[in-house]
């Protein structure tokens, strides 16, 4: 009696993996299960945004648990949320299940959300099945149940996919009927002026149907051959494929190489590079570094910066803050996200981190492994670079 409770200590000694995240999915808190789930060590996933999800879920089921999180961020109603591990091979039973327990505040929302982690056993595979026919209903009820989970996820990803191309594509789309028919009622229009109107919206609409054309290639199409990258070679193309316009700092160390598609790195770098020219006053920084067991890249820019409170919400879909829509109209809402996406798909992570003036956006990937002697070779390395154009 009176005996107080040490909870850190008993969330530590739960067995199954759990955590806390706050209203925006930023990590708050993790026990020992979870970062044995991840394999990865706490100070990489405290303070950041989600990914954290078991070890083997494919990236369409890495959204799938997002997603549900931010429904329940949203509603303050739980949810229980089946997985499927590609680790496997398909004779074993097992299954995640993710269940997600909103933390209310006195208003009855979300102020934050526990998630815990669990293996399920589907149904009738408890035991070891007989061999013969009995033995081969339960293996094909288990390829049944893969199957179904995987049409879910693909479901959930065209559902998402046409309210994020809906909801895009009709501000450009008004704007030109508005422009038309002001232009037919109206026999003194000025034509070059509609025309020139007209333009830019149809611009506009060019850029977000790549964005969408891009997002639906992340979700449906097969992913590209993975290759050996070296970063600071591909910041040194790209920069001389598509210099900004803005005055360029580089500090680019040598043999920083990860494994990945660098058609979709190089995809990556460019949105970070046109969200950083869009926003910056004079220059933009490109540091590319080596943090075992990390390789980093990061893009400076010196313009208004980004509020805390905004760092997570700019790569939701859609969402731009209120000084982003005032200074510049242009962009489509998806690059960053787009960016992001591209990051986690390589086991990587893109965040904005703290700097004194301006946005510092940075890219974490793993550090591929040295080849063996006679093995694959790493890309050409190219020269050390410290400069500063324009």
Avoid at 137 to 144: P, S
Avoid at 158 to 183: C, K, M, S, W, Y
């Amino acid at each position: 009696m009176g005996a107080t409770v040490d909870y850190q200590a008993a969330f530590e000694a739960l067995p199954c993996p759990c955590m806390l995240l706050t209203r925006e999915l930023v990590v708050l808190a993790v026990n020992d299960a979870c970062l044995r789930m991840t394999g990865q060590e706490r100070d990489e996933v405290v303070g950041r945004s989600l990914p954290v999800a078991p070890r083997g879920l494919s990236a369409a089921g890495a959204a799938k648990v997002r997603a549900s999180l931010e429904r329940v961020a949203g509603t303050g109603v739980g949810e229980v949320v089946p997985l499927l591990r590609h680790d496997w091979a398909p004779p074993d039973p097992r299954h995640w299940r993710m269940t997600s327990a909103p933390v209310l505040d006195p208003s009855g929302a979300a102020k934050g959300i526990i998630v815990v982690f669990g293996q399920a056993e589907v149904a009738g595979a408890a035991e070891e099945p007989d061999a013969g026919a009995d033995g081969l209903l339960h293996q094909a009820y288990r390829q049944e149940q893969q199957k179904v989970s995987m049409l879910h996820e693909t479901i959930e990803h065209q559902q998402r996919f046409v309210f994020d191309a809906a909801h895009d594509l009709r501000n450009p789309i008004t704007g030109l009927l508005t422009e038309l028919e002001d232009a037919l009622s109206d026999p003194g229009a000025d034509l070059r002026r509609t025309l020139r109107s007209l333009h830019r919206d149809a611009e506009r609409l060019n850029e977000i149907v790549g964005d969408l054309l891009a997002l639906a290639r992340l979700y449906t199409a097969p992913p590209p051959g993975v290759e050996l990258v070296d970063l600071a070679r591909l910041v040194v193309e790209e920069l001389g494929a598509h210099p900004p316009s803005a005055a360029v700092v580089t500090r680019l160390e040598e043999d920083v190489v990860v494994r990945a598609s660098q058609v979709r790195l190089a995809r990556l770098l460019s949105n970070l590079v046109a969200n950083a020219e869009r926003h910056t006053t004079t220059t933009i920084e490109f540091v590319v570094a080596a943090t075992p067991p990390y390789a980093v890249l990061e893009i400076i820019d010196d313009g208004p910066g980004i509020p805390p409170e905004d760092r997570e919400r700019i790569f939701h879909r859609l969402y731009r803050h209120d000084q982003a829509r005032t200074l510049d109209t242009g962009g489509s809402g998806f690059g960053l996200p787009i960016a992001r996406e591209i990051a986690h798909a390589y086991g990587g992570d893109l965040f904005v981190a703290d700097h004194p003036d301006g946005a510092r956006f940075v890219l974490r990937l793993p550090l591929a492994a040295r080849p063996e002697p006679g093995g694959e070779e790493a890309p050409d390395r190219p020269l050390s670079r410290s400069a500063t154009s324009s």
